[in-house]
């Protein structure tokens, strides 16, 4: 097949074209920026510290405004999460209706029982031999 | 010269008051949870003792020797320290739960105390005679007393630990008492409709009833601690956990019927 597209027929004459093409005639790319002297850069740096330092202080303007918002955010997010308890449960949790004296007396109640298994016994009498004997040495033979 | 001894009367005068006051002070008893551990320590002496013990007078008894002898005296005499140390600290840690766990009636402690204190005393005059006993005949003395002493110690050790049983009992019926008297004033006052009221009055006799019978059931096992004082041994202390079996099963059912009411 025939390739009838014109802009395909030249491609590798086209690479080797471009240079020739560019109006410097490809001397602008070849040219070395140490090349060039100090006294010329000089002037172009104080140009481009300025922008430098307003990208920064862009940045930092950008994070601060984040950083804020986030902050303002942020105590937002419990305060919804607790206006929704009460949403799906209209009655508080039983614990907090209690009064203080009988959540103390329930708890005191548990460890009290925790403790009277008349079952468990931390305590048994010491398994020590009470029938210890030096005897002689005929009265075991014996 | 006159002035070194002002300066020395002015110290003097200073520190005779500290000295005074710490030879006053009492040292701090052990906590019950340091007790515990000294008993297990000293358990675990003992045991390494015996075992000692016991190669010692195999040997004796097959070497025959005067060596091997003075060895096995050597020997039985560690253990025999070790033993009478494991039985003292396990009477202090039983005093001191006596002395510091609520619901235990105080006659009674006191009696067993001062039985403790006889013990204690038998022990320590026992204790001096095995560390001064230097051959076989005063280290068999030893023995034989402490076999002897064997019923009594068990005795009023276990009275002591069915003591402690009745007292832990006695200490959650308490507590549990207390409780429905608070829970009693929650549900007089409780903002909820008068049906649910009246249920929750309900639970809370049903508590009461409860109390009353772990009240009977104390009674009943204090009763049989009173009577197997006679002749006090493993057998009590089984008796009365069995007794307080029930009492148990009771008191951990009202305290889910607290729970409930408290809902």
Known sequence: ?142 | MWRLGLVLSIVLLILAPGVKAQEVTPLPLPSLSDLKLQYRLSLDSYRAKEEQFSIAAQQYYTLKTLAAQEEAVRAAREVGLARVDTVLIYIQTLRTTLDTKNGIELSRKNTLQRKFQLLVETLKKHRARVELATNRLLIEQENNFMEDQQKDIEGVCYEALSLIKIGAIQAAWDQLDTTKDSLDAYISTAPISETARNEKQRGSDEISRSIDAIKLIITEALNAYDVGLENADNSLFRKVQEILGPAYAKLTQAQEFVRELAR
């Open chain 1, 1 to 142: 097949m025939s390739d009838t597209n014109p802009n395909n027929l030249e491609q590798t004459a086209f690479s080797e074209a471009a240079p020739l093409m560019d109006a410097d005639g490809g001397q602008r790319k070849t040219t070395k920026p140490a090349a060039k002297s100090l006294a010329e850069e000089a002037p172009k740096r104080a140009v481009k510290k300025p922008n430098l330092l307003l990208l920064l202080g862009t940045g930092l303007v950008g994070i601060l405004v984040l950083l804020s918002v986030a902050a303002i955010l942020m105590p937002r997010v419990p305060r919804e999460s607790s206006s929704d308890g009460p949403n799906v449960s209209e009655t508080p949790s039983p614990a907090s209706k209690l009064p203080l004296e009988l959540q103390k007396a329930i708890a005191t109640l548990a460890d009290y029982i925790k403790d009277a298994d008349p079952q468990a016994n931390d305590l048994p009498f010491p398994p020590v031999n009470f029938q210890l004997h030096l005897k002689t040495p005929e009265s075991v033979s014996q």
